[in-house]
């Protein structure tokens, strides 16, 4: 494609995919509110609060495919959230419309349904149980993009990542690991089917613990291939085990079902 956006390129996960997806796109456009640090020959650095509308529509106009990852990715104050993970999504959302509807990944969470158990498998349909507000304007975002697909035909694909990092750190992420190299498979298939919807998508590897179930979306033809088991005895051996009344073994949101609401001020 001509121009692929990148939101929360500064981020941990949008540096790695800044790297990984650069042959994607005769141009990668790069953005966030931190700093992008200097520009390859093959990026467009655009700094960009989301929260400011027209500077939204500026950032979308000429893309062909948005990879949003932009927004604040843990349990906060509701003012920040609602700028960020709120408005910002709206905000992208009218910009898409306004700017020929390209295609948008959407990096929603597994902790929209963090109150569901541990020992529940789930599947795309299940209902919201959020366990933040983090949580919430993830919801809100999954049903802005539903609106827009009905009412617009705008394709997004949900994507619920479970935990994406190079490896699984604790007990937990036996079950919610993502691969790297799993995440760039699904990017890759999401851009290249030819018709996509609004699917909701488990980000999740290919693990023997894991607690979602993606059949829903097997036209994609993503086969995630990594599995979070070879790295079991190192966490068996270097991590404690949740006591088994703990949030933490309980709940599938993990710790962020025991944080409290930030206060404003």
């Known amino acids: 494609m001509e121009r692929l956006l990148i939101t929360g390129a500064a981020g941990n996960l949008g540096r790695v ?3 990984r997806l650069a042959s994607r796109a005769r141009v990668l456009r790069l953005s966030d509110i931190a700093d992008l640090g200097p520009a390859a020959p093959h990026e467009e650095l655009m700094p960009c609060d989301l929260a400011d509308e027209a500077a ?40 898409a419309r306004a700017h020929g509807q390209p295609r ?18 789930l599947d795309a349909t299940v209902p ?21 697909f009905e009412k617009f035909g705008q394709e997004t694909a949900l994507v619920r990542i479970g935990s994406c990092f190079e490896e699984p ?15 760039e498979s699904l990017i890759d298939c999401i851009l290249r ?27 994609l033809g993503w086969t995630p291939r990594d599995n979070a088991e070879r790295f079991r ?22 710790r962020f079902t025991q944080d409290p609401i930030h206060r404003d001020g």
């Not at 990944?105 to 498998?121: K, L, M």
């Not at 996509?196 to 059949?215: E, F, K, Q, R, T």
């Not at 949740?242 to 933490?248: E, F, G, Q, R, T």
């Open 233 to 254: 005895d190192r966490i068996e051996q270097n991590m404690p085990r949740p006591a088994p009344d703990s949030p933490l073994a309980i709940f599938q949101g993990g």
């Open 17 to 19: 995919m800044r790297r």
């Open 56 to 95: 939204v529509h500026r950032l979308v106009a000429g893309c062909d495919a948005i990879l949003h990852l932009g927004g604040i990715s843990v349990e906060d104050r509701f003012e920040r959230i609602l700028q960020a993970n709120i408005r910002g999504v709206y905000n992208l959302y009218e910009a």
């Open 128 to 148: 919201f149980r959020p366990d933040g507000l983090y949580g919430v304007s993830k919801c809100f975002g999954e049903a802005l993009a539903r609106l827009y």
């Open 104 to 121: 948008i990944i959407f990096a929603s969470s597994n902790h929209t349904v963090g109150f569901y158990p541990q020992d529940q498998r």
């Open 169 to 183: 750190r604790d007990h937990r992420m036996l079950s919610t690991w993502l691969s790297h190299d799993d995440f």
């Open 193 to 219: 089917v030819p018709r996509l919807g609004c699917p909701v998508i488990w980000g999740v590897s290919a693990n023997a613990a894991a607690w979602w179930d993606n059949g829903a979306v097997a036209y």
